[in-house]
């Protein structure tokens, strides 16, 4: 709504004016004062607004009749507008939007209803945003909506026309529905326009309201069992691209099953959105208060009972005036027929048989304006002027015809008794089936929670037998796969690092360290939280450690006993010169996050580490850590090996570099590997 400031018809130059493009020429509706445009519906637009007698924000929905009604239906529209908002206005209930007030703004011809002003967001923006509802968040507002429904059903109200934009969602997971009445006041009880167009969107009708058949408490909830449907899949049961195509999926088509969209939806709402989902009014919910006690139930994560209506049990009760019409015959119980002086002719008590006084029912028939009624009491009038009609009928020829009449009921009763009314036959073999899935698919669930990943790849495996056209079934079962796979390597890795642990063990006893060494780092590398590969790998150390020294010690001796032979020059301190060792940098770039590398210059370790350091606060990855290594060795001439093990790649290096290390001189090794055709390379410098 804009306003300007042009002046109005008769007054003032300074007087404002209000122009709305046809809407509203003031601020007002009715006492009410307009605050700002709230937003825009099929039939008008929403303000919010002020009661200047109490102060209180109200919701304004105004109203207006179609542009092409004459005054006839604008008259009839007027007065369904007040009957339908007074029934809503009847409504006190925690979980339907108040009815205040409803009026005309007088200068505007427009009809408006005043009701509660909540804040909060509807379910229709709430889906669109994506925003997070867990499913027994789902489970207790569509509860609390259907409680809603269930008293405004008992009042002999229907919504027609629930849908998410027209249930509010305020906090503490409450939820309120609004809209009462406003459908059946816009279109005259049906869901049509005057245009012959729907109101709003058809996806949320009813078989009964797409056939134009009468509508009932039901019809609101089959609607809200696609409101149901839509919060736990985002995604509507009934699509398509036209009207068309959407009316004959709602009249004819099954809606996709729930577990086929979401496997993690609970089972039980499965049968919730089945019965509220039932083409026939008749298999559904009879009552909302059944459908919020069966989402209940599934929130509790028990199975919830199917309710089953009664046949002479009166389940919804509304005031609905939209059915088809009935003829009424009143018969009345005795009547007195006047023919001009004539004797008069009475239905006694005391006579073989009673018959309907043909004056009184046409009597009766004359006060209906209706021109079936009308033909038959003409009808009546003329049997009753026929000369015969007053004669006795004979004894005899009576009780003929009552013994015929009785023995053509009692061959009806015996016939309808022996007709043999096939029972349906309950496929045992696909109930057995159908819980069959539910129990593999459930336990196959609680076994990935526990971690059991081969337990639950069997249950997955088999429900994939059973149901292979399943694509979530399909999608789910790979991604066990590969765990599984996952484990089995992990396994294989870990039965292959005892079996390394026991062969390191082995050569310790027979003291072989430096064998030992190399294989309880595999060993480690394989399985690095095993708790005894490291106490045998540093004692395996420690031990060749020990034997280092004595050789060293052992040749130190050789050495001093042949120069004190020899007598070697000394120097001008008198001392012997010092023989300076050499230097040797290793260096390895690599991509592997596991296995070691060990270098040795004839009997002596120079080099040996891992290849890779493990981080990490609660999960403990690997990463690849080069290698820079610079070491001291007694000059000599030897032979340099080089062993590079990755059990994870299958590589096993193993090279030889002869070379002779003199005194003082500093060599580099260089290692470098080739990813692609998975080669090493040694460069000595």
């Known amino acids: 709504m804009s306003i300007r400031g042009a002046p109005p018809t008769g007054s003032g130059a300074d007087a404002p004016t209000y122009e709305s493009a046809g809407e509203l020429p003031h601020l007002k509706l009715g006492r009410y004062e307009v605050v700002r445009e709230l937003g825009k519906g099929a039939m008008g637009i929403v303000y919010l607004a002020k009661d200047p007698l109490i102060g209180r924000l109200v919701a304004l929905k105004t109203i207006r009749p179609a542009a092409n009604y004459d005054d006839d239906e604008t008259k009839e529209f007027q007065q369904r507008f007040i009957r339908e908002a007074q029934a809503a206005g009847i409504l006190n209930h925690p979980s339907i939007v108040t009815v205040f007030d409803i009026g005309q703004d007088?200068?505007?011809a427009m009809n408006f209803i005043a009701m509660e002003y909540v804040e909060g967001s509807n379910l229709k923006e709430v889906l669109a945003q994506g925003r997070a509802l867990t499913f027994e968040q789902i489970g207790e507002l569509i509860a609390q909506i259907a409680d809603a429904l269930d008293f405004a059903h008992s009042k002999g109200i229907v919504h027609r026309d629930v849908k998410p934009a027209n249930i509010i969602l305020l906090d503490g997971n409450r939820a309120k529905i609004m809209d009462f009445g406003i459908a059946k006041i816009a279109t005259g009880g049906g869901n049509l326009t005057s245009t012959g167009q729907f109101l709003g969107t058809p996806n949320y009708m009813a078989p009964e309201q797409i056939k134009g058949t009468p509508v009932d408490g039901r019809t609101d909830l089959f609607s809200l069992g696609i409101c149901l449907y839509e919060s736990l899949t985002r995604r509507k049961p009934f699509g398509g691209d036209s009207l068309t195509s959407i009316s004959y999926k709602i009249v004819h088509e099954p809606f996709p099953p729930l577990h086929e969209i979401n496997p993690q939806i609970p089972e039980g709402f499965e049968e919730v959105v089945a019965q509220c989902l039932a083409k026939d009014p008749a298999k559904r919910y009879q009552r909302g208060r059944e459908l919020a006690s069966a989402l209940r139930a599934v929130v509790r994560g028990e199975r919830p009972k199917r309710a089953e209506p009664m046949l002479n049990e009166e389940t919804v009760v509304t005031n609905?005036?939209?059915?088809?019409?009935?003829?009424?015959?009143?018969f009345p119980e005795a009547a007195q027929v006047d023919d001009g002086g004539s004797a008069a002719r009475r239905v006694g008590a005391g006579s073989a048989g009673?018959?309907?006084a043909a004056a009184?029912?046409?009597a009766a028939f004359s006060t209906r304006k209706n021109p079936v009624v009308d033909k038959f009491s003409q009808t009546l009038n003329q049997l009753n002027a026929h000369p015969k009609m007053g004669r006795k009928v004979p004894a005899p020829l009576a009780a003929a015809i009552v013994f015929l009449l009785a023995a053509g009921l009692l061959i009806a009763v015996v016939t309808i008794r022996n007709r043999h009314v096939p029972v349906p036959v309950t496929d045992t073999a696909a109930v057995e089936l159908r819980e069959r899935e539910r129990q593999l698919r459930t336990e196959g669930n609680e076994f990935l929670r526990q971690g059991r990943v081969r337990d639950a790849y069997d249950r997955f495996?088999?429900?994939?037998?059973?149901?292979?056209?399943?694509?979530?079934?399909?999608?789910l079962l790979q991604k066990i796969s590969a765990l599984r796979t996952q484990e089995d390597i992990g396994r294989a890795q870990v039965i292959l690092a005892q079996q390394k642990l026991d062969e390191g063990i082995a050569l310790i006893n027979q003291k072989k360290y430096p064998e030992a060494i190399?294989?309880?780092q595999t060993s480690h590398s394989l399985n690095p939280n095993h708790p005894d590969v490291e106490r045998y790998l540093q004692t395996a150390q420690e031990e060749q450690a020990k034997v280092e020294a004595a050789r060293v010690a052992r040749d130190q001796r050789a050495a001093n006993a042949q120069g004190q032979a020899k007598q070697p020059q000394r120097g001008p301190t008198g001392t012997l010169p010092a023989v300076q060792p050499a230097l040797l940098t290793t260096t390895f770039t690599h991509p592997f996050n596991e296995g070691y590398i060990i270098v040795r210059a004839g009997a002596d370790t120079i080099v040996q580490e891992n290849l890779f350091e493990a981080g990490g606060r609660f999960i403990r990855r690997r990463t690849p850590k080069p290698v820079n290594?610079?070491?001291?060795?007694?000059?000599?001439?030897?032979d340099l090996q080089v062993w590079i093990v990755v059990p994870g790649q299958r590589v096993n290096e193993h090279h030889?570099?002869?070379y002779n290390f003199r005194p003082g001189t500093t060599q580099r090794l260089t290692i470098t590997y080739n990813a692609q055709n998975k080669t090493f390379a040694y460069v000595m410098n």
Do not use: C, F, H, W
């Open 106 to 108: 007088e200068p505007t």
């Open 320 to 330: 609905d005036r939209d059915r088809l019409p009935t003829m009424e015959m009143p």
């Open 354 to 356: 009673t018959r309907p």
């Open 360 to 362: 009184g029912a046409a």
């Open 461 to 475: 495996e088999e429900l994939a037998r059973i149901a292979p056209n399943s694509p979530a079934v399909n999608v």
């Open 518 to 520: 190399m294989v309880l």
């Open 629 to 638: 290594a610079t070491t001291q060795i007694v000059p000599k001439n030897t």
């Open 656 to 658: 030889t570099l002869p």
